[in-house]
C-alpha cells in the first residue's frame, strides 16, 4: 500500500469523524491535487437536511471552486466509504482521475459493490479506482457508528 494513500485516507478519516461527533453517518472525503488538499468534505444530510450533503459532493464543490474548474483532471479522492450512485455519476462527471475507497458499501455502493459506475466503458471518462486503503479503519468506524444507534433507539425515552 502506497504511504501517500495511507496518509490521505487519513484525512478523510478526520473529516469522517466530525460527522461522527454530530451524530452523521461518518464519512470523510478529502481531495488532492500535486499533493495538496484542495477540497474537504464529511457527510452533512441530516443537519443540512439536504439529500446532496455527501461528503464526496462538498469535496468536489470546494475543489472545483479552489481549482477555478468543474474539471478535476489529475485530481485523486479519498473516501472512507464506497461512493454510492450520484457521487459515483458526480466524481465522473468532474473528471477525477483516481478514486481510493476505504470500506466497501454492499448495499448502496456505485465503484464495485452493486455496479462499477466509475469505470463503465459506455461513459466518456473512467477512473482509475483503489479500494481497501485502512479498510479496517474505515469500516469499524461505520460499525460502531451504527452500533450506536441501534443502541440508542432501544433505550426507553426519558420523560423530563
Sequence with gaps: MDKKDEKYMKEAIRQAK?????GEVPI?????Y???????????????KNTLAHAE????????KKMDDWRLEECTMYVTLEPCQMCSGAI??????????GCMN????????????LQMSEF???VELETGVLEEECSHMMK?????LREKKKKPKTVS
Design 28 to 32: 470523510g472525503c478529502v481531495i488532492v
Design 57 to 64: 459532493l462538498i469535496a468536489i464543490k470546494k475543489a472545483s
Design 92 to 101: 465522473v462527471q468532474s473528471r477525477m482521475t483516481r478514486v481510493v475507497v
Design 124 to 126: 466518456n471518462h473512467q
Design 106 to 117: 454492499p448495499k448502496a455502493g456505485c465503484a464495485g459493490s452493486i455496479l462499477n459506475l
Design 34 to 48: 500535486q499533493d495538496k488538499i484542495i477540497g474537504r468534505g464529511y457527510n452533512r444530510r441530516t443537519i443540512d
Design 18 to 22: 466530525k460527522a461522527y461527533a454530530l
Design 144 to 148: 460502531q457508528f451504527f452500533k450506536e
